[in-house]
């Protein structure tokens, strides 16, 4: 029934436009193909209708490659292509055909546009009763995803879909396959979200225990997160718990965002990040995993490394740093002593970067810079602000480094 219908409507249809092409001329019949197929929803095909209404227009070949074409009609087809590529493109997105509408947008519209009714689309899909789950709505939701994270577009809105589609687990893998390897500026977005999303989930869970097992008055749990509290606030009010084996995430995953949060300089992800390993700490030790070096001893490096940010055992946390980065060997070496550089170079103690960047090996295979490094400051106004110069050009003259020498030079020789 629905292939005669489809046959009878086709007929039909047909018979409409060889009238208004007789009547009304080639542009008006378009233009009754181009409303027909926008009322049905068929917007592959409107498109089609639109490039070959635009040809026509302009007096080209219907069909087949354009060869000797004046300029001016070209760029005129050029700019009618383009306007159909978004207006099918944009019609596609809204019906949550996210891919195929990536086809038509991603050479007619700026990225940020489309990051931003992605972001739109996204959200709105989120907010409707158990979206994630709902295949008609999950789709849409994982075409996001593909483009966010895996076609690099918004890697922070990836992170946070996947997050509320997929959980924590899929967006650690996503966050090491995908993200961990851009920019500092590109990670720290995803970072964030992240770590929010973790200190979130142990707060209620922890919240959660600690108010079933009477520890704390929920009333108490209530006001530590009106006053945007963190887990150390929670742990501290039920006396630490450092005595017990109780476990409120996964640790792995706790590690994970951890390390993602080494990236993130705002100061609540640095406090949120500190409560995390804080938190870390008072984990049994068969769920303690060592780390790379120099967060061999995980819980504890953590834990410094983000509490000298905030202005706590500062001198403590540098002696450690300096100390595993002099004991690491020569594979370990240079990444430790980079962890050095960036903390000393966050908390304005701009000597000890310098002299951690200096100390760093560079007579071995193994001293590609570490994603740490990416963070740095540039090492002449390090050395500059570290009143360092004439011991950066020393190292310059050892290293035949004449171009950081000559930069160093001009950069102290400048107010």
Known sequence: MTEEKDLADTTLLAAELTATLEEHGTDAMFQKLEDSLRHAGRWHSLFDVQLLR???SLKLPLAGPLTNTDAT??????EKTIAACRDVGWKLFNEGQITS???YLRASVETHEIVERLGHIASRLLEQDESASNDEEYQPLQEIIQLALWENLDPALGIRVMLAAQGTCNAVTAYEQSIAG???AQQEPAATIMVQHLHDEIFENLGKDLAERKLIDPALIDDIKARQGTITDLLEAAGGLSDEESIHVDAS?????LRFARICTNAHDIQLAHALACYACRLPPDFQYPGETPFTHFGVASRLFYSAQLGKEVDQSIAFFRQEAEEANEYEAPAAWDVLAVLAARIDRPAVALDAILARPTETAHTQNSAMAATLPP???LSHKAAGGEKLRAACIERADIITYA????RDCTQ
Do not use: F, N
Request: hydrophobic letters at 55%; aromatic letters at 4%; a positive charge.
């Open 182 to 184: 851009l920019p500092p």
């Open 73 to 78: 009609a070209k760029k005129t087809l050029d």
């Open 253 to 257: 995953h706790l590690q994970a965002v």
């Open 101 to 103: 509408g990536w086809m």
């Open 379 to 381: 090492l002449i106004e």
């Open 407 to 410: 930069a160093s030079l001009a």
């Open 54 to 56: 635009a040809r026509a």
